[in-house]
């Protein structure tokens, strides 16, 4: 089980990494297909205590991991096209990161900022602030996830605004939080059987161009389904002035990698100003240099109201962030908070990584993402199931289907790449309904993307083989 020989013809020579360094090229090891006896093993025994809620892909269990390699407990490596969920934004492992964890641990493990202070709380903060679009005061709030981010943000819209409402985007995913779950609208199995939900959100359609809801194409639609919320839902459904505010994510992650066209996130941002509605931007998984620039609304030049981001913050560690206009903080002590929110050992982590993402490996990203475009429509090109291929940055999704006039998802034959790209060393996950994401460390080099196409080409080769001799 090795790579395929990369096609010659595409072959260059890998870029140098910001820090240096070059991961080892990995392939899977041995001639059976993983998983190994050690991995199955390891599958039994989680079955019988762990949650049967996780969704697990296929039986990899991971031993260690560096860079852009991981190696499961038999010994097979991989080239990881996921990042953890598109969390370990600088590699896995990278040394500095490690350093500064190590350093701060020896120093202080926790010392809850909810009641106290210490530095590298109040230090991360202030790069955040920094960092975010805008030069007006800013503030800071620190969480442990994406969806406790997304939690304050709400809490903290309906407080500054004494308005109850939300409107939120089909497609859309903030969290499995009841707030974060109340927004998100991307599977029914997220909220099946937990009802009744956090009432007062209303969801309209997003900018999917691929799929447009009203049959639209989008250089004539004059963003019709922004247009809808004004005319519509405003209209006919909830006041405007009791909308406290718009929730969006910049690209759509869970719901399929959808990537609205140039101006829609300016034009949300002038509906809602019209009526003093909040923008909140779910930057959980675009931002942190994901899309070729730090925010992924930083492509439409939108300033935010509040800002919830997480994920690749703090290079694996747990760590999330709500940051807002310092005119909405108002609350009071007390009023919200937590525990373990801005731990020391994940700030240290966090500030080393913004410094590396901003040395060089967002560069990396926007550059070796148009590659990795590129090289996705070359795919889209040769294979009949491949029926768009969208993105920005490091953050692309191939949408698979069965018919490319009806664009009917191809949501088997989606899971069935998956499962060969695993048997032959790479790792890449699904969204949406039908998507292949692709979501590598910001660190991939255009060697390992032609490692991965190689790959990607061959399992098309065998499902789409599969589904014609069936």
């Not at 499995?176 to 991307?186: P, V």
Request: glycine fraction near 10%; charge should be positive.
């Amino acid at each position: 089980m090795k790579f395929r020989t990369r096609i010659a013809k595409r072959a260059r020579r890998p870029a140098a990494l910001v820090n240096g360094r070059r991961p080892p090229r990995p392939a899977a090891s041995g001639r059976r297909r993983p998983p190994g006896p050690a991995a199955k093993a390891w599958v039994a025994r989680d079955r019988k205590v762990l949650s049967p809620s996780l969704t697990r892909s296929y039986p990899l269990v991971v031993a260690r991991a560096s860079g852009a390699t991981i190696t499961d407990v038999d010994g097979y490596r991989y080239l990881d096209f996921t990042s953890g969920i598109a969390v370990t934004s600088t590699g896995h492992c990278h040394p500095d990161v490690v350093d500064a964890i190590i350093r701060q641990a020896k120093l202080l493990i926790h010392m809850s900022g909810t009641d106290f202070y210490y530095p590298s709380e109040i230090r991360l903060a202030e790069q955040l602030v920094a960092l975010t679009p805008g030069r007006h005061a800013k503030q800071c709030f620190l969480a442990n996830s994406g969806t406790e981010a997304t939690e304050a943000a709400m809490k903290l819209a309906r407080y500054a605004t004494d308005r109850p409402y939300f409107i939120s985007f089909l497609g859309g995913f903030h969290g499995r939080t009841y707030g974060a779950m109340s927004l998100s609208a991307s599977k029914p199995v997220h909220k099946e059987g937990f009802g009744p939900l956090v009432p007062g959100v209303f969801h309209v359609p997003y900018a999917d161009c691929y799929r447009c809801s009203y049959g639209l194409k989008p250089d004539s639609c004059n963003f019709h389904c922004v247009r809808v919320i004004e005319e519509e839902l405003f209209a006919r459904t909830v006041p405007p002035e009791e909308v406290a505010a718009i929730v969006v994510e910049p690209i759509q992650g869970e719901g399929g990698y959808v990537v609205p066209p140039d101006g829609y996130l300016a034009a949300l941002k002038a509906l809602a100003g019209k009526y003093g509605i909040l923008l909140m931007v779910d930057e959980i998984q675009t931002g942190m240099g994901r899309t070729g620039r730090m925010w992924g609304c930083d492509h439409d030049g939108v300033v935010p109201d509040l800002m919830m981001t997480a994920k690749g913050i703090a290079s694996g560690l747990p760590l999330g962030a709500m940051i807002a206009d310092a005119r909405l903080m108002r609350w009071p002590a007390g009023a919200h908070a937590n525990t373990f929110g801005g731990n020391p050992i994940a700030c240290e982590a966090a500030l080393v990584t913004l410094r590396l993402l901003t040395d060089g490996l967002i560069e990396n990203a926007a550059a070796v993402g148009r590659y990795l475009l590129d090289r996705c429509r070359e795919l889209q090109a040769r294979h009949r199931l491949v029926g768009d291929v969208r993105g920005r940055g490091l953050m692309i999704g191939l949408d698979l289907v069965c018919d490319r006039d009806r664009k009917t998802p191809a949501v088997e034959e989606r899971n069935q790449v998956i499962q060969r790209c695993f048997e032959r060393g790479l790792l890449v996950l699904g969204c949406g309904r039908s998507v292949l994401r692709l979501a590598p460390p910001l660190i991939i080099t255009r060697r390992q993307v032609d490692d991965a196409v190689a790959v990607l080409d061959e399992a098309l080769n065998t499902v789409e083989r599969r589904a014609q001799a069936g």
